[in-house]
């Protein structure tokens, strides 16, 4: 396992954060405030912040400073195609890899999303998803790519687990790719994967469709 500074976790803490929601869209990021929360000195939170402004997860306004960026709908189908290519891309790679370590992890992973699903909160439950998603990601063992695919999530509008039951259907389209990974049919996997990022732009586009309709 590849050693993290103290300026990795500050970041991944961050980062999670975001993605989960607690770090709201617009949020202006005060490098004092988080120091303080994590108990930590200025230096790493800033560098941490430096390192996400490159990923994308945070961004520099004039008067405002950092703040976490809005969502910019016209970008996702972009995005969503990207994700496409390369989740799906990786996962095949990191399933070439799978050992029990990492099916246990992505396992345990599975038991406290579907845990959350009973009264559990929005926040964590979409962190724990990020951590599925990446514990497997991390496998395939191609840091550039993860890389990007980290900006791709920093930059994509997750919807909302409440609306149309998303929350149960993410639970069962894990729990399908697990099945077929421990029945180690990886091509059906890395098909379940594929088809379980399109159930979440479907959900998505029909969520943003019936807003726009009020």
Do not use: C
């Not at 200025?42 to 400073?65: C, D, N, Q, Y």
């Not at 791709?152 to 993410?170: M, N, S």
């Amino acid at each position: 396992m590849a050693f993290k500074t103290k300026q990795d976790q500050v970041a991944e803490i961050i980062r999670e954060r975001i993605l989960s929601g607690a770090y709201p869209r617009g949020t202006k990021l005060k490098q004092f405030d988080i120091a303080q929360d994590l108990e930590v000195s200025i230096t790493p939170v800033r560098e941490a912040l430096h390192m996400l402004g490159a990923e994308g997860f945070v961004e520099s306004v004039p008067h405002k400073g950092l703040i976490v960026p809005p969502v910019r709908l016209h970008e996702s189908r972009e995005i969503f195609e990207l994700r496409l290519k390369l989740e799906g891309d990786l996962t095949a790679r990191a399933l070439a890899r799978m050992n029990r370590a990492t099916l246990t992890g992505l396992r345990e992973s599975q038991a406290v999303i579907a845990a959350l699903a009973d009264g559990g909160t929005r926040l964590a439950s979409r962190t724990e998803n990020y951590r599925f998603h990446f514990r497997l990601y991390e496998l395939a063992d191609r840091p550039q790519t993860l890389q990007f695919i980290r900006v791709l999530w920093a930059k994509y509008p997750f919807i909302d687990q409440e609306r149309g039951g998303r929350r149960l259907k993410h639970i069962d389209e894990h729990e399908r790719f697990l099945r077929l990974v421990e029945a180690g049919d990886m091509e059906a996997a890395v098909d379940a994967m594929v088809a379980h990022i399109e159930s979440g732009w479907r959900d998505l586009l029909a969520s943003e469709a019936m807003a726009a309709a009020g």
